[in-house]
């Protein structure tokens, strides 16, 4: 590359010379030459101000198409879509290994091909035999899915070029393809965002609905670059825990539709099952009310769930370090719940074990819960089983005060539908008929109720 010469302009006058003097040649001023950075060769042929195309603008109100979602046979997982499957978009589904995520995928391809729109599945991981025996085995076998097994995703463009486009690609997974033009293994940052880009490319310019399957790491996050995130239209996450039946799908985020949105599915024998009413799942075996149990209505984008929240509280004798246990709960969360406790309503959890579980393995992250596991709390801690058919509901300060949140009318109507016929939570919810609601300011006035109550 040819090295740009320096030059010289003078302030004063705009003379230009080709080396630093003290004096300008041609106004005589002292100090006046400063040095001009020329533009160099590589800014000179990476100029991109003009040679290109004209763009086309449009109004927003421009008449078009409008693009029409296509269901994918599961409702619990058109749900958690939005609403089904959008032409053109890219969907990035990640999940712990062995939850379910290529046979979640695989029952969608199938109900979509049955209903005959071209499919299309290639797997990296796994050769077409094995994909084919996990089809038998889920009564999928006589689907008409078109199945492949390759990583080159210029061997797959090619093919894909040739045939006509699928309404769904799916690509299991992203961290196994490669592209020749880009130098690393398959799942380096380069090949993981290269590889992506051509995907989405093809899929946006055929109107084909792109599912790709993402790897995730130990802390649950999905692995390679997360611009990979940024690329794609919706993400979602398919939890659950290994020893129980119920798997979430979780959108984490959709441009085409609400965040946080969630569907349940039940592992079986013959694949993932819909769970239509999820909140049954998760209250199940409340026959006799016990002490430390609570009900706590979650709310999951628009769909409010039902969960148990339980708590045991344990004497230790004097000079033991008391331990505090939780699994479904933030535990920092816990331990500021136990100092409001203690400071605002003087209960005694310092010589006490305190154990909170969240029934089901359900993970919750609603600040809405507070109330409920003050209630467990309370309840375990004066052996004392609360009102039977009751739920619990509100965000606790550290003033020991019940705050309002999200969508309280939502929550209560649910616990109707599900024959509850009383709740607790903050003053400005609207109870529907058939409730009976009780509004709290303080915490303090539900130690009265649980703790003081014969």
């Known amino acids: 590359m040819a090295k740009a010469k320096k030059r010289y302009i003078c302030t004063e006058c705009g003379s230009v010379s080709h080396r630093w003097q003290g004096q300008c040649p041609d106004c005589s001023a002292w100090n006046t030459l400063a040095e001009d950075a020329p533009a160099t060769v590589f800014s000179q042929k990476h100029d991109l101000s003009s040679g290109g195309r004209a763009v086309e603008f449009v109004s927003l109100d421009a008449p078009s198409i409008p693009l029409k979602r296509r269901a994918t046979g599961l409702d619990e997982f058109d749900h958690a879509l939005g609403g089904g499957l959008v032409p053109g978009s890219a969907i990035l589904m990640g999940g712990d290994p062995g939850i379910g995520k290529s046979t979640l995928l695989l029952q969608a391809a199938a109900k979509i091909a049955q209903d005959g729109a071209p499919t299309v599945y290639v797997s990296g991981e796994e050769a077409a035999g094995q994909v084919r025996l996990r089809a038998s085995r889920l009564g999928l076998a006589d689907a008409p899915i078109k199945l492949a097994s390759a990583t080159s995703v210029r061997d797959i463009l090619t093919t894909l070029g040739h045939m006509e486009a699928p309404a769904l690609l799916v690509i299991d997974s992203i961290q196994t393809m490669h592209s020749d033009t880009i130098e690393g293994a398959p799942g380096t940052v380069s090949q993981v965002r290269g590889c992506a880009f051509e995907l989405i ?129 933030d535990s920092g969360r816990l331990a500021m719940l136990l100092a409001v406790l203690e400071s605002r309503c003087g209960l005694n959890f310092s010589s006490a074990e305190v154990y909170l579980n969240i029934a089901g393995g359900y993970r919750l992250s609603d600040p809405a819960a507070d109330l409920a596991v003050a209630a467990a709390l309370m309840s375990a801690l004066a052996d004392k089983a609360l009102p039977n058919q009751s739920i619990w509901f509100g965000e606790v300060s550290l003033a020991g005060e019940i705050r309002p949140v999200s969508h309280a009318g939502l929550r209560l109507r649910e616990a109707a539908k599900l024959g509850f016929t009383s709740g607790c939570g903050p003053q400005d919810a609207q109870a529907p008929t058939g409730l009976k609601y009780r509004g709290l300011k303080q915490l303090s006035n539900l130690v009265d109720q649980v703790v003081a109550k014969e």
């Open 201 to 329: 490319r093809y899929a946006k310019q055929n109107g084909v609905a792109l599912v790709l399957v993402g790897h995730v790491t130990k802390d649950g996050s999905i692995a390679g670059p997360r611009v990979l995130e940024h690329m794609v239209d919706v993400v979602m996450s398919f939890e659950g825990e290994r020893s129980h039946q119920y798997r979430i799908l979780r959108a984490l985020k959709n441009r085409f539709g609400a965040v946080d949105e969630i569907g349940v599915f039940a592992m079986a024998g013959k694949g993932l099952e819909e769970v239509a009413n999820p909140s049954m799942l998760f209250l199940s075996g409340r026959d006799i009310p016990l002490a430390g149990s609570a009900v706590f209505p979650a709310l999951e984008g628009t769909r409010p769930v039902l969960i148990e929240v339980q708590a045991l509280i344990v004497r230790l004798q004097s000079g033991a370090t008391p331990r505090r246990a939780v699994v479904g709960w």
